[in-house]
């Protein structure tokens, strides 16, 4: 054996032992993969909810762009739901069998509840951003990425009821999520305080609105999305009926089109979740000025998405139930305050703003 090759098999023992000696020392929980990862996304990008998917689809964008600077490899899949269930799960279906996808993610109660099932038969995990607790219960490999309304409704009924509210009512167009509204409501209010309005349909709901009226309904709480909420809101002060007062979740029922088509409603507080100013200027600075409204879709789907990516690194072979492990793991956002993770969702700090008789709003503490 000459002296060249002596020092060739010199250099490649020293770097198998390295390799090896890597791979043995190598923490558990540090990241693993470097494979392709696919995510399907399943987003109102067309219709009555697009004026979220296109935002979701924007915060999306925005966090693949980052990551793919660095490592190149992963790949967002962007389906239209076109705001439809049955298209909804079409796309899941054509996501899972021909782009052969990771991981689901998606937006709004009814197409989360239409598709983890799907998700489910497949065995592949279901990241999703809605009011919704059904799929968390229905499916282990679900994880929620969104407000919980339990919380922010029991805190509601807590602060009305101290102000001498006796009746209310729970009006609602988003699937079984006004369920979870109502488990908070129900911690200071009987079901027989509780006035149930389900299943909204068309866009005159100046009926509805009267018979609240004629009930002596004294708040009224919406699980609603924009277009219905402007509608409602308009009819509201077109018949000037005075709820003494109402609440909502900002982005879907108090935005700057639902102002602009309604006007401003008093003696209404909506909630949003707290984001940090760091990642505000991150959004402005690749879109430009944003309205608040838009931004907490594009925040939550920016959010999303890196958590989703941080925990595909961590399971070799995608593994889905490592996947979804992994996303309950402790996490440092970004984009929110403060946002603990446990059981399988986490939990952005919210803020209650209080909007006045001449339109004014004030941010207000519900926890006293």
Known sequence: MNQSTKWIIGVVVIVVVAVVGYFVSKDPGDPVSTELIKIGAILPLTGSGSYWGEEVQRGMQLALDEINKKSKNLEIIFEDTQSQVNVAVSSAQKLINIDRVNALYGHFSGIALAVSPVAKNANIPFYYSAFTGTPLIDNE?????FINFDEPCEKYAKYI????????ALINEAGDAYLFCKNGLNK???DNNIEIVDSLT?????TMLLQLKSKSIESVVFVTYEPSSASIFKQINDLGINFKSMFCEQNDCYTSRVKEQAGYVSNLIYFDPVIRPEFIEKVEKKYGPIDEAKLTPIAFAYEDTLRMYTASLKCSKLHSSCFTL???EGY?????EDAPTRERTYYPELQYVLVGDSGQ???INLDK
């Open 332 to 336: 440092a956002s970004e984009v929110f």
């Open 188 to 190: 200071y209010y009987s």
């Open 361 to 363: 709003e004030t941010v």
């Open 202 to 206: 068309g866009k005159d709901f100046r």
């Open 141 to 145: 490999l679900s994880f929620k990425g």
């Open 326 to 328: 992994s996303l309950s």
């Open 161 to 168: 009821k101290e102000q001498g509210i006796e009746k209310l």
